[in-house]
């Protein structure tokens, strides 16, 4: 039984943490084995040393910065494979098409980020949450990180993200709706590649 995996983008504050917890125990309840795993993973020794990035511990250009968001996946990817080869659903909050989005805002090569990631498990749904950088900035008014606090950055993120959410196996979602609307729109999208063939 081969397992799924389904992404859950968007802006900081767009709600991907909320969607995939309830995505996953709407999966639970339904009786399918799944895991909901977190991007950047700060428990690895790599996402130590993101966290005290963002937190202006550390200057990396954002070359360095989208590679360690990148290895940090990596860290993480025997772990993804045998539970999606056990066939798990495993939702990600984040996933690669961030690096895509914010290494493209700092003004990287898309293809660049996109080829460095192609050993990484492939998605079958990407769902990006949109909503405006200023709900993000909004919905979050203190502890912000450097990204959180840049809204022009965020304006570029979201650009890439809408850019790369015409490609098959996307779903754009209207993040800016009560979070059981937003569920249920993700829910029917998952239900759809859930289905048996």
Same mark, same amino acid.
Request: with cysteine; net charge neutral; aromatic share 8%.
């Given at each position: %039984?081969?397992?799924?995996?389904?992404?859950?983008?968007?802006?900081?504050?767009? *709600?991907?943490e909320t969607q995939a917890?309830?995505? $996953?125990?709407?999966?639970?309840?339904?009786?399918?084995?799944?895991?909901?795993?977190? !991007?950047?993973?700060?428990?690895?020794?790599?996402?130590?040393?993101?966290?005290?990035?963002?937190?202006?511990?550390?200057?990396? *250009?954002?070359?360095? %910065? $989208?590679?360690?968001?990148?290895?940090?996946?990596?860290?993480?990817?025997?772990?993804?494979?045998?539970?999606l080869n056990g066939g798990?659903?495993?939702?990600?909050?984040?996933?690669?098409?961030?690096?895509?989005?914010?290494?493209?805002?700092?003004?990287?090569?898309?293809?660049?980020?996109?080829?460095?990631?192609? !050993?990484?498990?492939?998605? $079958?749904?990407?769902?990006f949450l949109d909503v405006?950088?200023?709900?993000?900035?909004?919905?979050?008014?203190?502890?912000?990180?450097?990204?959180?606090?840049?809204?022009?950055?965020?304006?570029?993120?979201?650009?890439?993200?809408?850019? $790369?959410?015409?490609?098959?196996?996307?779903?754009?979602?209207? *993040?800016?709706?009560?979070?059981?609307?937003?569920?249920?729109?993700?829910?029917?999208?998952?239900?759809?590649?859930?289905?048996?063939?």
């Open positions: %039984m081969e397992g799924r995996l389904i992404a859950i983008e968007g802006l900081d504050q767009s *709600g991907k917890e309830l995505l $996953q125990d709407r999966l639970k309840q339904e009786g399918r084995k799944v895991r909901t795993i977190g !991007f950047p993973d700060y428990g690895t020794s790599i996402g130590e040393e993101i966290a005290r990035a963002l937190q202006g511990e550390r200057e990396y *250009g954002p070359d360095v %910065m $989208q590679l360690l968001f990148i290895a940090n996946r990596y860290e993480r990817k025997p772990e993804m494979e045998r539970w798990l659903v495993l939702i990600c909050d984040r996933y690669r098409a961030s690096s895509i989005a914010y290494g493209e805002a700092h003004g990287l090569d898309p293809e660049w980020l996109d080829e460095v990631q192609r !050993f990484l498990p492939r998605p $079958q749904l990407t769902c405006a950088p200023e709900t993000a900035a909004r919905r979050k008014a203190a502890d912000r990180d450097k990204y959180e606090r840049d809204l022009e950055l965020l304006s570029r993120a979201r650009a890439s993200y809408l850019r $790369q959410a015409i490609q098959p196996g996307w779903r754009t979602v209207d *993040g800016d709706r009560p979070k059981e609307n937003v569920a249920a729109e993700i829910a029917a999208a998952v239900a759809a590649i859930l289905a048996p063939r």
